[in-house]
């Protein structure tokens, strides 16, 4: 089966849910039919949402005590009008703050597509439906189109640290998570498309550097940066916008970066901020 997005744009036909639904039931180990498979994805939901809600405990701790309780300090800084960005980006942040925080105190999470850019997907997902009243169903299908491009990138390129950096990880949750913004705001494929390749290109590069070899720091703060980078890059392909780059070649670039990276930036836990002076201490 050829997984490019030029297959998955060609396949949609003017219904990217129907191709991308396609592709998951045929590549999914979870679900036999279309009924189990939507059952299955809403029960993804259903665990991305109770993480947005169990992450933002103020007394959440992770096992080394590098991470927690950030997300709760962030939350009530946006909702008390502190912060700059204004409240949907602030309570998208600090949601994804909360489910990477609980992913490192051992809460159960949806690795999407890793454990460590597990806070990216939720958070917009959950605060998109609170800000615009989407249904879990519109959820469900922008989680379709989210695996559809996520599934691209990870036969074309990867979404492990370890092979192709952050990039791979957080880079690609962004752009499974711009891919989504762009069709639940009523984008045509082809913008969810150049919405992927705008995330993935100003991502393009990240390092894996995770410190003492723990999914914390600076992991769980990536989080929060690349939703920032997901919703400018479905705003940029929503205002029509067309990215130069087709998304193909962007995905394919994006390997090549991640082969060229040395091993002491991809999950060694040397290099970067697992260098730095104090964090080696
Ligand atoms: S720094 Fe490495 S371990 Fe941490 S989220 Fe990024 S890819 Fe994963």
């Not at 991502?203 to 410190?211: A, T, Y």
Request: charged share 20%.
């Amino acid at each position: 089966m050829d997984h490019s997005v030029k297959s998955l744009l060609q396949e949609s036909d003017g219904n990217i849910v129907k191709a991308a639904r396609d592709w998951q039931l045929q590549n999914d180990i979870h679900a036999k039919s279309a009924e189990e498979l939507d059952a299955y994805m809403h029960e993804v939901l259903g665990v991305m949402r109770d993480s947005t809600v169990k992450g933002m405990r103020s007394d959440l701790r992770s096992v080394s005590g590098l991470t927690g309780g950030n997300a709760y300090k962030l939350m009530t800084a946006v909702e008390a009008g502190k912060t700059a960005g204004g409240s949907l980006l602030g309570r998208i942040a600090a949601r994804a703050l909360g489910v990477a925080e609980y992913n490192a105190a051992m809460g159960r999470i949806v690795a999407a597509p890793t454990a460590g850019a597990c806070g990216i997907l939720p958070a917009v997902l959950i605060t998109l439906q609170e800000e615009y009243g989407y249904t879990d169903d519109q959820l469900v299908d922008a989680l379709y189109v989210a695996g559809a491009f996520g599934l691209v990138i990870a036969t074309r390129a990867s979404i492990s640290g370890a092979q192709g950096g952050c990039q791979a990880e957080c880079g690609s949750a962004a752009a499974m998570a711009a891919a989504a913004i762009v069709y639940l705001k009523g984008g045509s494929a082809e913008q969810s498309a150049d919405a992927c390749s705008f995330a993935l290109m100003n991502l393009m590069g990240l390092v894996c550097d995770p410190v003492k070899g723990l999914v914390e720091v600076p992991c769980v703060f990536r989080n929060v940066g690349a939703i920032s980078v997901a919703l400018t890059a479905a705003d940029m392909a929503l205002s029509g916008i067309v990215c130069p780059i087709p998304c193909d070649e962007v995905i394919d670039a994006m390997r090549q970066v991640g082969d060229a990276m040395p091993s002491s930036l991809r999950e060694t836990g040397e290099g970067g901020c697992a260098g730095c002076p104090s964090m080696c201490r």
